[in-house]
């Protein structure tokens, strides 16, 4: 017997159906549970969209929680397969992509990127993804036509898709609609608003306390021989090697983005710079100060480090790979 209020169970069955005829997409979906979230909170309702490959038919799962358990709300029109028979696993869904004649799997993909096992950088943002994802879902930002409209048009911009055919045949070659685009505007969004919602009033606190983290680094670097400290005449030295056909040059870069052996180094160390092994020194460094483009770098700092703390509590299982080779990505 559940213990959910038999009218949040009457308002999901009409959600569901609701959604299914209008092939609602998820962000729809997401937006129009917004009510039922708001009347039960604590049922902590969530929407799962699946599109089934085979005819096209769409259906969708409402997850309720009570004390023991989660209650699914499920609606699939005729002829439709019902939700327990939609994704069932069959041999295809375990690949990824058709390269030439070659069928990439999941596991073997997954297995490649176990190369940067100990540098989790890919792992993490995929974890990430997961993460952002579910705290949007639970917590919605607003988000208004015009400011969509803005960031699609900066988005085409960054990528040079300055016309419509650019733009259809960018979308063709990732097998993306109209629709998907605009919900990865939508999405992209969303991330800037949680972003500022993470950040809210602190900034100006973390910035104090990690103020050396953003100074602005001149390194002086050399492939060939030790780069001199001062810098006037490290910049001569790397002047003279350029000019005899050496590899040498500079590096202006805030502190966060230098090599970590670099940001609070006193004197020369070996590093590496354009995958170039070389001896580098920092010359020059310039204290942060709070501008425009220090204060954006900021807030993402803060905001890997809410995902990170986020990351550190949540279990995590990677499905196409052996079990004793998963672990929680810090």
């Known amino acids: 017997m559940t213990t959910l209020d038999p009218a949040l169970l009457d308002a999901a069955v009409t959600l569901v159906r609701e959604l299914t005829a209008d092939r609602a997409g998820l962000p729809e979906a997401r937006r129009r549970l917004t009510p039922l979230r708001e009347r039960w909170p604590g049922a902590d309702p969530a929407v799962v969209r699946d599109e089934e490959v085979a005819d096209g038919s769409v259906s969708f799962d409402l997850l309720l929680r009570e004390t023991a358990g989660t209650v699914s709300v499920a609606y699939s029109p005729t002829p439709a397969l019902p939700w327990p028979l939609r994704g069932a696993v069959r041999h295809s869904d375990h690949h990824l992509a058709r390269v030439g004649t070659r069928t990439l799997r999941v596991g073997e993909a997954l297995t490649a990127l176990d190369f940067l096992w100990y540098d989790h950088d890919v792992l993490a943002r995929l974890v990430d993804t997961g993460l952002v994802a579910e705290e949007l879902e639970q917590h919605p930002v607003a988000v208004d036509d015009d400011e969509l409209q803005a960031s699609a048009d900066a988005y085409r911009r960054s990528k040079g898709l300055l016309d419509a055919e650019s733009t259809a045949r960018w979308l063709a070659e990732r097998g993306l609609t109209a629709e998907d685009f605009a ?116 807030e993402r700092a803060m905001f890997d480090e809410w995902l990170a703390q986020r990351r550190a509590g949540t279990d995590i299982e990677w499905f196409w790979l052996p079990r004793d080779r998963t672990t929680r990505v810090r």
């Open 183 to 298: 919900d990865l505007i939508a999405h992209t969004v969303a991330v800037a608003r949680l972003r500022t919602r993470v950040v809210g009033d602190r900034l100006p606190e973390w910035f104090a306390a990690h103020r050396s983290t953003f100074d602005r680094l001149l390194i002086v670097w050399v492939a060939e021989g030790t780069p001199p400290t001062d810098r006037a005449t490290a910049l001569a030295t790397v002047a003279a090697a350029v000019r005899a056909g050496r590899a040498a040059g500079t590096l202006r870069t805030v502190a966060v983005a230098a090599p970590p052996e670099l940001r609070d180094a006193t004197g020369p160390v070996p590093t590496t710079i354009a995958g170039t092994a070389v001896t580098a020194v920092v010359v020059d460094r310039e204290p942060a100060v709070l501008d425009d483009g220090t204060r954006a770098l900021v």
